[in-house]
């Protein structure tokens, strides 16, 4: 099994990237799994400018790292996102990936295992985690969990029972339910819904324009036309 992680929060040392760590640490000791962790802080992205091409081209014409992930995230079978509460919302470093990822039209983590990972000091993490798992189920990912941690800033999160105990099981089940290849019904039912009704024909109708979303959707076997 192949799991991207990706820390979302500029600092590396901090409560998201420490829970990362040790769901990392949980993963590796399971038998056949390769685990990438990223620090989006290292990566070089640069913003969107809206031209749309990727979606015409299948691909960014501006070849720098965020390209590179999201290539690497369709080879993936798991992906876990986590990120810090900055007003309500994930850091502006992951927003900037998230633009950039090819993520909800080209349907970029069809079939795919995810978690979501939110951490904050005061309220607005379960808006956070909201936002990352809107994302993971619209990329047609199958969200087998998610991690919600309020705490002060610089405190360990490793040292609250409750969080430990969450990473284990998040560990067991991404890698269960990929073991058994677990269809979590209800969700699907409900993507089914949100690209054939809403996403599937906007792409239509914008013929040649869209053609290398139709080839990504070919290539990850969402759709055979």
Not at 74 to 89: F, M
């Amino acid at each position: 099994m192949n799991i991207v992680i990706i820390n979302g929060s500029p600092r590396k040392n901090g409560a998201t990237a420490r829970i990362l760590h040790t769901m990392e640490q949980q993963l590796l000791g399971k038998a056949n799994v390769y685990v990438e962790f990223v620090n989006i802080s290292d990566l070089e992205i640069t913003p969107c400018n809206g031209c749309c091409l990727c979606y015409k081209t299948g691909h960014c014409y501006m070849n720098d790292d965020a390209e590179k992930l999201s290539n690497r995230i369709a080879l993936a079978d798991g992906l876990v996102i986590g990120s810090p509460t900055y007003a309500s919302n994930v850091s502006g470093q992951l927003k900037l990936f998230i633009d950039r990822g090819h993520f909800v039209i080209e349907q970029l983590l069809h079939g795919k295992y995810a978690v979501s990972i939110a951490t904050g000091e005061n309220y607005g993490s379960s808006d956070t985690s909201k936002i990352i798992i809107k994302l993971l189920k619209y990329s047609g990912a199958r969200v087998i969990g998610k991690i919600v941690c309020n705490l002060p800033f610089n405190k360990e999160p490793n040292e609250t029972s409750k969080v430990t105990r969450q990473i284990c099981e998040l560990s067991e089940k991404i890698y269960g339910d990929f073991q058994t290849k677990r269809k979590y019904l209800f969700q699907t039912i409900i993507h089914k819904i949100i690209f054939t009704v809403g996403i599937k024909p906007f792409v239509k109708r914008k013929g040649e324009n869209y053609k290398g979303v139709i080839d990504k959707w070919r290539t990850y076997q969402v759709t055979k036309s």
